[in-house]
């Protein structure tokens, strides 16, 4: 008899639940933080080699460098980066505030642990923001599937629909790109970080409410674009995504930059031929999808992610600059603080930077170089025929001026926040009603969050006669047990921890 292979085992085991995956659909979210070490960025794998060079006590272990926290995330290296992810959480009311208020913990806990190990070892650490990934299930199955249904078919048109409202919620004046990647059962949105807590769970909000509602529709062709009462950026085409499959609209896919320009100026013109400002574009395509956004947020976040696009509460796009709190995640900003910047939000209407005007001058650089490229470069058409491995890049169907070519990205942001500041006119002031942290007193765990939670709990779980102790995760979806009379190891889905909530010891 061939000896017993446990990997072999695990995986095979695996396979076999993949029919099924979650019993719910899920959500769950992603952070990225650039590592500044006695004010040098370093790149955290080879300085470290594994976070829990960093961490002062044992964890439950994941696959490959990552380490389950005691929060119920995880959090690993990643090209460069520390990487911080929440558990699933089971889409119901209130999930994106749940969800986001996981992810501060996560953060939290980092910070906390490289605060502990710079004081011991004689180092000052910061987290720069760089960015956030939004994940939401996708569980349509193959049947249901066809060329204009499909999880890359969805992607592509949800690049040409989110970037207005996600701009307007959660980005700054430097952002420079809202990104959408099919990661094969979840649809995942690559956003700029959000440093307010609050604006966050707005953001989330928004992301969640369309892509769940889009999702349900019998069709993702872009057609569609032309006769929904919803107003999008005529004559931009996303790119593709600089990481793994997807499309990525960045700045300078705009005749000017978005995330620069005024917001409430009428500078944009619709697939209907109206000029209209972005905050009226964003507002009337989050007002389109309110019923389904409303359906997984809580109230204070409704209340804020409209107010936002009214203009009756600041976005990041009307302060001067990026917020400081980017250069300093987890001291600067936390869970229940409000950044400086909106806090403060009408003296900073009367100041200025011209630290944005270099950043400014950068990114026409790059739109002058990207207009050169497509120039010079062969039209293409999209293809979403049967057995297509990714469609092309091409116009859309109500965009007149088609972008060809494929533009090269920066992969990192190396730009820091300078503190120069002036006076800055022709701004009306604005009541400072919503500077305020999120209100989470009655928000409750999810149900696969108390799950993760009681993995990392330390405590040992009875199945019959047997006790077993949680020793790793494998995935999100399963959690590795060791039966404590004989060693035997066995796997267990998130769903059958959850209907043993009340055994373990």
């Known amino acids: 008899m061939p000896p017993f292979d446990l990997k072999s085992e695990l995986d095979s085991e695996i396979a076999r639940s993949r029919r099924n995956w979650l019993a719910m659909p899920a959500i769950g979210m992603e952070a990225e933080f650039n590592v500044w070490l006695d004010e040098e960025e370093i790149n955290p794998e080879p300085y470290w080699k594994h976070p829990s060079a960093f961490i002062d006590r044992p964890l439950l272990k994941r696959e490959k460098s990552s380490l389950q926290l005691p929060t119920g995330g995880a959090v690993y290296f990643d090209r460069g980066v520390i990487e911080v992810v929440t558990p699933v959480i089971e889409l119901a009311p209130s999930s994106t505030a749940r969800m986001v208020r996981n992810l501060w913990e996560q953060i939290g806990f980092i910070r906390d642990q490289l605060t502990n190990w710079g004081d011991a070892n004689g180092h000052t650490i910061r987290l720069k923001a760089y960015s956030s990934h939004y994940n939401i299930s996708y569980e349509i199955p193959k049947s249901r599937q066809n060329a204009k249904r499909n999880i890359k078919t969805l992607a592509l048109l949800l690049a040409y629909i989110l970037p207005p409202p996600v701009m307007l919620a959660g980005a700054n004046r430097r952002s420079t790109g ?286 019959g006669t047997e006790i077993y102790t949680p020793v790793g995760m494998k995935g999100w979806y399963h959690a590795i047990f060791r039966r404590e009379s004989d060693g035997a190891e066995r796997l267990l889905s998130i769903d059958q921890l959850l209907k043993k909530m009340n055994d373990w010891m």
């Open 178 to 463: 809202v990104g959408v990647r099919p990661r094969g059962n979840r649809i995942e949105i690559t956003v700029d970080f959000t440093p307010d807590p609050a604006l966050m769970i707005a953001t989330a909000t928004l992301i969640v409410g369309i892509v769940r509602e889009v999702i349900e529709w019998p069709s993702y062709d872009l057609s569609l674009l032309q006769t929904l009462p919803i107003h999008i950026i005529d004559g931009v085409t996303p790119g593709k995504h600089t990481t793994r499959k997807g499309w990525l609209t960045k700045d300078f896919h705009y005749a000017q930059s978005p995330y620069t320009s005024d917001v409430n100026a009428p500078l944009w013109t619709t697939q209907f031929g109206d000029q209209r400002s972005l905050r009226e574009i964003a507002k009337d395509i989050a007002w389109y999808f309110r019923k389904s956004i409303r359906r997984f947020s809580d109230p204070f976040s409704f209340r804020l992610l409209f107010a936002i696009l009214d203009g009756r509460a600041p976005s990041m796009l009307e302060l001067a600059d990026r917020p400081s709190a980017y250069d300093d995640v987890g001291r600067l900003c936390r869970w229940g603080m409000v950044i400086d910047e909106l806090k403060h939000y009408v003296s900073e209407l009367h100041t200025a930077t011209h630290a944005i005007d270099s950043f400014v001058l950068e990114r026409q650089h790059e739109r002058e170089k990207h207009q050169t490229e497509i120039a010079s470069a062969p039209s293409r058409v999209h293809k979403h025929a049967k057995g297509a491995k990714e469609p092309e890049l091409v116009a859309h169907p109500i965009a007149p001026r088609p972008q060809r070519l494929i533009p090269r990205y920066v992969e990192r942001r190396t730009i820091s926040l300078l503190p120069v500041r002036e006076r800055r006119n022709g701004v009306e002031r604005r009541r400072n009603s919503f500077a305020v942290p999120f209100p989470d007193r009655r928000l409750t765990r999810s149900a696969y969050e108390q799950v993760f939670l009681k993995l990392v709990s330390g405590g040992r779980l009875r199945m």
